[in-house]
């Protein structure tokens, strides 16, 4: 035989046996919500509607049947809502959605493939190009690479590493234990299989197997996992936007909204990690009072190792107070309580062995062989290992009856059996390679779901009295509806600085909106001045949850710096919590609807160029962008201000004008910050603590040019029951430009404490006029800033200092809108 027909008769027998494609239409079964389709190779698709702009497709190879709705938790319901049409010809099923954008299916018969369209002009979304194969362990979805499209998401690697937001070009993942970036371990991965094209769709991978996702890295657009050897399945959800915000939504819609924060973690933590000696109780006492002496205001305290019974240290210690450095725990969280503060326990994997109630058989099978120190690798998929880590916290701290109470959980170290083989067999009757990237899911679940929600009569969950912040070091797809995340112990130089900003857009663009890191970094010997004052205090404090943390000489707590430094701690600490109002509602629209605090460029300009290019900057809200400073040798910035406005300088109040690359020069205390012509930002005045914050005043800044609108949202800051039973409050702001005309609406809803009056000091920025106003219709005074009628409110005058018009009005019904006007 010729020996070339050989060799060809051997590749093609191998290639048939290694892969099998999708084969040729055989027929199909329409129902309600769904379409499935059998192929002559007996393969099968099904394609169902979840809703008008959610699509899961499934496939089965031959002999297999698809996976049950329950066999990952990841989508929080399976509730299925869509309408559809359905035509056949010889050679397409076209699947006709009803939803605005008029997206078809069209599913070509021979081979096996579809492409979905959508608009008015049938523009081409996404398409297969090959179909499905199977490649050994590996199931790949091939599709047609468009040399124009812009993906980003998929969570973040190791450490929070990104190299850029923008993944054309780039093969990544997100997988349990891999990273292209570490130091000494495979640390914080946020595994989240889910991307968005700037087209306006996303794709939600629904497997918990290694994935892989190329977009063109090697001229090829694809998506796969790797089962291993063990059973999996292809399954994802395409959803149409074609907004990044719309697709955010619907994302979080499907997989579950952010679970909400206590108000006070949104405010200054500082923890015990640099003062591994200190004596507990009274070192905390000492710290903070001195601290709010001295006027810094601080709200949580983060317990790292040190509370613990036993060494009180990583090794040798368990999850209990330690009667030696806090002999009466009870009359110490009085003290935080009196003193408006709330407090996070920890827990590090390794002394799970060491603690309350703990058995061998909760252990990962094998995991002594690999683990280090404590052989303690708790099988959360095992649900008495679920039942346990709450029971462990509730006997050791958390029932009230104890009086010891907490505020938040730690979950250290839970991602380091990378080294587990991928063949153990779980609890859950799943192998490794199927559970690791599902792990911090289950934790979560165990944590809030199974345990702070628990209605358990033996065991109760904290329930409505208290909102649970739990962060673990690592998270899944589907689990910022328990938890969060941080990303590590991470160096403290300026390249990681760029990698946690590009981390926060990521864990924003994922699902994950309250993003979380050691500012400053923590690896010794920590943050130097230039670091201490640019990422600790100036992006930590525009960051969603500040919190300097880590090891080494140079300190995180403002009294331990230099004056120069302790100079912008203040200055970064007031501006934080003066702009609580709107950090809080932007945090409650993060969970409302899935859209980060601190926004990628691209999520508002995805069609923009620059958006994908300047990802060291970001949306802070709507209104305002931040440039974090993250070179020291450089005396300016390039900063990118999108075209559609005009931008003033925060702390100039200047104008300048967008749609250009600013070289802006900054000083080493103020961070560039931008803020949008025509917003409004509500402030409060400072104080010591968000619980001291004063609920009876609001300070307005509306920076003029154009309309400008703002939802303020209030509730109790502390329970479940802006959830439960609706107490919550939200106040509609619109500034009119015509007529320089503020509404301030009637405010809709209630809750414990909300106030019925209201005092307001609004400033105008960018007047350059004094104009004389009216207040429902009535003309108010208008004096000069040294008059000594300025008490007889209400009053307007000019403030030369800000160049702003100041309006101060009293004790107004929060119930009755209130119109400002020439």
Sequence with gaps: MNIRISVFILVSFICSNLWSQTGEFKSYVQKEHEVEIETTTKVKLRVQLYNAQTIRFQWANKNEDFFPDDHYEMVEHHKKSGKYSLEEDNNFLTISINNEQNTKIKIQKSPLKYTVISGSENEVLLGQKEGIKWIDNLIINDLQLNTNEHFCGVGHQTYGWVESIDLK??????????????????????????FMSNKGYGIFLNSTFEHDFDFGSQGQYQFSIDTKGFEGRMDYFVIIGPDFKDILYRYTQLTGRPRFLPKSIFGLQLSDKEAPDNNGAEWWKEKITAHRKAGY????????????????????????????????????????KENNL??????????????????????????????????????????ETRKWVWKLFWEKSLNPKLNYGGDALWIDETDEMYTLPDTVICANGRSWAENKNYYPFLIAKAIVQEGWDSTDPKHPGIGEAKRPFVWVRSMTAGAQRYASHWNGDIYSDCEWMKTSIRAMQASGLSGFPYFNHDAGGFIEPGPEDFLYNQWAMAFGSFSPIWRPHGMGKHKRWPLDRSEASQKVAMQYIKERYELMPYIYTYAFKAHETGIPMAKAMVIDYQDEPNAWK????????????????????????DIWLPKGQKWYNYWTNELVNGNQILKHRFTNQNMPIFVKEGSIIPKQDYALSTFSLNPKKINLHIYTGKDAQFELHEDDGVTE?????????????NYIENGKKLIIHASEGNYEGAVSKRSYKIYFYGFTTFHNLKLNGKEINSLKPDSDKLNQEPITYWDDKTKTQVVELSELSVNKDIVLMK
Excluded at 179 to 194: D, N
Aim: glycine residues 6%; hydrophobic residues 30%; neutral net charge.
């Design 297 to 336: 205001a601080f709200d949580h305290i983060v317990n790292d190792n040190r509370w613990r019974a036993g060494s009180g240290a990583w090794s040798g210690s368990w999850f209990e107070w330690d009667s030696i450095r806090y002999p009466d725990p009870s009359a110490y969280l009085k003290w935080c």
């Design 614 to 637: 300047y990802d060291l900057q970001y949306m802070w809200g709507n209104e305002m962008l931040i440039a974090p400073v993250c070179s020291k040798d450089e005396k300016t910035i």
């Design 169 to 194: 070009g780039k093969k990544v993942n997100s997988n349990y234990g891999e990273g292209i970036k570490s130091h000494y371990q495979k640390q914080a991965v946020l595994t989240v299989p889910f």
């Design 721 to 733: 029951k802006f959830n439960t039973k609706n107490e919550k409050r939200s106040t509609k702001l």
């Design 342 to 383: 709330t407090v996070t326990l920890d827990l590090n994997r390794n002394i799970g062995a060491d603690s309350y109630g703990w058995k061998p058989e909760y252990n990962l099978p094998y995991a002594e062989q690999f683990v280090k120190e404590g052989h303690s690798a708790p099988d959360y998929s095992n649900p």
